[in-house]
């Protein structure tokens, strides 16, 4: 119930009272609806006064601190949206699309701010929520004195992100401007971590206290954002709208509201099939123009006009031509070499924090990228709306349309293979082996602390394995097997040519030279698939222990939580006491007390031994051989562009 409606009600029932009294005691009825009348509007302007007075109070501050409503260029907010199509409106209410930026107050806020300490080594909070706003005060150590001072207080004023992650920003140096706050809040465990732990980041980066949402977030976080940078000296961003809303997909609706006004022009409209122009529906759109929609976010792009972009806002329209205005960036084609030269001249690492070495993207939320490189897209009509939908979805999470949870959305198209899934994929037909995404959109994206499956159709290849680094879809089940496994079920399968291999990659299970000696990101995806339950089943998960042991005390603490959070899926290890952020000491005693566990148990029964496993016929670790693949990991700085 809103606060008018509230005010109403309240008003008519103490506005009663004296219709009764009226009757009894005035004789002139003149005089009685006078104090009736009376009655009414000092009650509405006290109730008024008391129930708005904070919020009021509250928009005051957020006006000068948020970005400002800004509805020219035909953007008229979601809200004009809701009266005529209300079953719209609602699904993509209860979307992660639109809580993606939000004000921060009571009903956005996921984070605990009950008298919370915090404290990193750079920075230390005091957490407290005051009414319906959320404060943070900084603690911190006088170098002279070296003793702990209080700082200023600042308001929690925007939050980012709802499903797995919250962010949060306070006020700028100047106007508008929003700066990051530097812990995040990992809504499934409930706890709040440094900011940059929240994200892979090599161990020794200095945190960056000067991220802006004006300058960074306001490119996909916001519907019809401008950073306005410095106008007349200020920083006056505007944005029609926070979050994703309804014309970021749909385009500008302010023509389309004013035409169809009139009950008889959507009645029109209905018998012709929708066919109204003064809005961009993308279901109506071409495959091609639909997924530039959706790319225009969920892709990584590069901005032809900068200074346009940064003082009008992007100038990219639902149903424009994305390439015209944010061309995506494909390494792999010529076209490109020039502009990625410049660019890794300014971030030797842009490419290698964003792709894997073929040009496949290597991050989380980039969906766009693998699709417009998938032959279903190159030569047939995939789309985005292929799979999802913003609207009639299965589940809030992926928002895979209904009906789209399994095979459905390839048998559409590769229907010859419908009444012989068992001879195309030579695993059982109900079986995890037997989803085609599960071999053709394997988990190879890394983001927000989870592995994300490519988005780039494509087949299982040991020889990409060993080129790129990048798992492939049979060892990222097959734990416990070695790439010349699977290319030999490939050969005999598939008919693709075998390579030449060296002897680790004949005799070791290839999930295990990519936890011990790749790089962070394979580090990550090898440790979140001994966590996925599927693979598990498949290879067991008595011998998994010893290795994510050594992970617990990785230096990246992304991956120390993530070895965590797969110990903890282990049926000896669910009760394991373990803090990923804590001293490097008691990280060591949590490793030390994973490695006793698991011993007691491997005396009582050896579970499973192999040389690929680097288990012995004893039930202990080949700690020579595990060592030698430890010295020899990649410890290249990364910081995925997630």
Partial sequence: MNTETLIV???????????IWIRRFFKNWLWGLLLCIGVFTATGAFIWHNVTSSTVSK???????????????????????????????????????????????????????DKVNLKSKSHSFYLEQKDNQFWAQEIYQNPKTNQNEIGTWNQILMTTGSHQTQIYWVQGPQSNQLRIFPFAY??????????????????????NENLFWNF??????????????????????????????????????????RINQGPLHRYQNHFRNNSDLTIVNPKRESHRSSSQICGQCHGIFYILDLDHAKKHGFQYRPGDDLEKTKPTIRPQQAKWKKILNDLEKQDPTFLSNRYWSDGMVRVGGREYNGLVESPCYQKGTMSCLSCHSMHNYQARADQLSEGMEGDQACLDCHSSYRKQI???THHPEKSAGSRCYNCHMPYTAYGLLKAQRSHQIDNPSVQSSVETGRPNACNLCHLDQTLDWTQKYLNQWYQIPTINLTQDQ???????????????????????????????????????APFLAELLNDPYTAIR???????????????????????????????????????????????QTGKSILIKPDGKVNRGKMLQFLSQRNDRRMDLSE
Wanted: glycine share 8%.
């Fill in 506 to 544: 004949k005799e070791i299970s290839a999930v295990l030279l990519w936890l011990l000696r790749g790089d962070a990101g394979q580090r990550a995806l090898a440790v979140l698939t001994m966590g996925w339950d599927v693979a598990k089943e498949t290879s067991g998960d008595k011998w998994l």
């Fill in 422 to 424: 068992t001879q195309h």
């Fill in 9 to 19: 009600l309240l008003t008519i029932g103490i506005g009663i009272l004296p219709i």
């Fill in 59 to 113: 928009k005051k501050l957020q006006s000068k601190s948020l970005p400002h409503p800004r509805l020219a260029g035909g953007y008229v907010s979601s809200s004009k949206c809701r009266s005529c199509h209300p079953s719209e409106y609602a699904s993509w209410y209860h979307t992660y699309h639109r809580t993606m930026t939000q004000v921060a107050g009571p009903e956005s806020v996921v984070g605990n701010f």
């Fill in 186 to 207: 990992l809504i499934l465990k409930n706890k709040w971590v440094p900011l940059k732990d929240a994200f892979l980041k090599y161990p020794e980066q200095v945190e």
């Fill in 216 to 257: 960074n977030c306001i490119q996909c976080h916001a519907t019809a954002g401008q950073s306005r940078p410095q106008v007349r000296g200020k920083t006056d961003t505007r944005v029609g709208e926070l979050g994703i809303a309804c014309e970021s997909c749909h385009g500008p609706a302010a023509n389309h509201v």
């Fill in 561 to 607: 939580f993530l070895a965590g959070q797969s110990l903890w899926k282990i049926q000896e290890f669910k009760n394991l006491k373990y803090d990923s952020q804590a001293a490097p000491k008691q990280r060591m005693d949590s490793k030390n007390k994973v490695l006793s566990i698991w011993k007691r148990a491997q005396t009582s029964k050896i579970s």
